[in-house]
């Protein structure tokens, strides 16, 4: 007999897959082919991309166009522009003078197949290729306007204020010797939660959200953000590398700020709840009880790698 | 007694100082504090930023929109985004992994003040802030469509098939024992040219320019593009360390592709001579025979740093 919480889960994990699909087969299109010049970088671009990922931001765009109404794939190139950003971040965190790993998602991170000058560059292409998606997508000078608005969200989450601040920050608190709760908060809602939230922000701005409606789709961002980022500093400390796909309890030994460093396992586990619970309420609240989104943002909380 | 091309070059050298403080008062205003969190990122960006350059991106896009009819200051802030992203792609071809450069418009390099992490991220935060000043200025839905178009011109420019394509080929060229001519000029078509030409077009997309007014502006810049370069080389081997702010003959001594090392001294004058002469032409073909551009043109031949 399965649970009601099973079915659900088997329900978002279908979901997933098939969106999953829609955004691998969009990123192949989109990218540039791996035997037009310049080669190398082409090839390091997508060694990178296709290495992978579960595509949760542009999913989390085209999920939330879809509640509001608009057609998923109506948004699914400016949705792979996000998982190019993300890529980008990826590479240039797992390089030599930052976080210095060797492995992610399970295959060899690009600097140690290609080399640190192909991966910065290639980092670079995935960051200018990325945020050129939401300028060329949709097609037409009646989304410009449209367009314009989800640059500057997304120019606002992933910029010093944002997703690079949160990196420098994480790279300054590993100096520290006890990082604080609110460092830490600081820390990954930039590094983690704010591209995440712009990835909502930017499908729910394309499917013509009103302000009441991007102002709940932002809570749910802000808070599968913080529950994502929770997570995984939970699955570090629990997993071992063969599930995580990468080393395992690595961030702890780096000294990193986590979760379960600054508030210890238990109370991390309770703080995950809250922020999936509030994402929830914040996702019913929303057209059609919000659609997959609630469903989600469990799965988020509840998932194991 | 003064020549004319004298006073013309005094002209152009006046014109360039007037608009490089205009660039500089906006670029300040526009880049975030040094006091503002995070703050050792904003202060790697405003290092390398604010160390000197002639800001010839930024000029050509305000020279561009002011002879094709539009007040150049309406143009300021995304004139200002190409400076960042010129900037940005200094600080990532200086890196260790990339030219190792230590020295840059005679100051210290961004890695070598603020070490590799911070100078990596602070490169993709002038990217990313650069391109979303496209999207932010001018303000109004009513240049949204204008705005997307620059968007789409700048990222071609700078895409990897345009300047991060073009860095990666000279760096594939050094490991080459013979640069050819034709990889030579795709070298420098797409590492310094096109930029150069995206600013030019980006200033004339905000003036409101015909698809004939455009595509004078576009031969302009090609010809511009490479006579900088042309020039650029030819100053590394004619000039000291002292004119030039980084060391002389270093990238004849890194084995780089350069005009002087494949056609040698003389036919790279000639070269960047007949260069000049397609720019003014084209220039003077535009309206009141283009302003300050043919002048800029010559000036771009002639200058000594």
């Known amino acids: 007999m399965t649970t009601g919480a099973e079915a659900a889960s088997r329900g978002v994990a279908d979901y997933l897959a098939a969106r999953r699909q829609d955004v691998d087969r969009a990123l192949d299109r989109l990218l540039p082919p791996e035997d037009a010049w310049p080669s190398i970088l082409h090839r390091a671009i997508r060694h990178s991309v296709f290495a992978g990922g579960k595509r949760l931001r542009p999913i989390l765009c085209l999920a939330a166009a879809e509640v509001l109404g608009a057609p998923a794939l109506d948004v699914l190139e400016p949705a792979c522009g996000l998982e190019m950003i993300h890529t980008y971040s990826l590479i240039h965190d797992d390089l030599p003078a930052l976080d210095n790993d060797d492995l992610r998602r399970g295959v060899p991170t690009c600097h140690v197949v290609f080399g640190e000058a192909t991966a910065i560059l290639a980092?670079?292409?995935?960051?200018?290729?990325?945020?050129?998606t939401f300028a060329a997508y949709p097609k037409g000078d009646r989304h410009a306007a449209a367009k314009v608005r989800v640059l500057e969200t997304v120019v606002d989450a992933i910029g010093t204020r944002g997703m690079i601040g949160g990196q420098m920050a994480d790279i300054e608190a590993e100096q520290e010797t006890a990082p604080t709760a609110a460092l830490l908060t600081?820390?990954?809602e930039n590094k983690t939660g704010r591209l995440m939230r712009a990835s909502l922000y930017a499908g729910a701005i394309l499917a013509g959200a009103d302000g009441a409606t991007l102002a709940r789709i932002d809570l749910y961002g802000s808070r599968i953000g913080?529950?994502?980022?929770?997570k995984d500093d939970l699955l570090d400390v629990e997993s071992d590398a063969a599930t995580l796909g990468k080393a395992s309890n690595k961030d702890a030994a780096a000294g990193k700020a986590t979760f379960p460093v600054v508030w210890g396992v238990e109370r991390s586990r309770a703080l995950l709840a809250e922020n999936v619970a509030e994402a929830v309420a914040a996702a019913e609240a929303l057209p059609g009880g919000g659609g997959v989104l609630p469903a989600l943002a469990r799965f988020i909380g509840a998932r194991k790698s």
């Open 123 to 132: 980092g670079d292409a995935l960051l200018t290729h990325g945020l050129g």
């Open 226 to 230: 913080l529950a994502f980022q929770i």
């Open 186 to 188: 600081r820390i990954h």
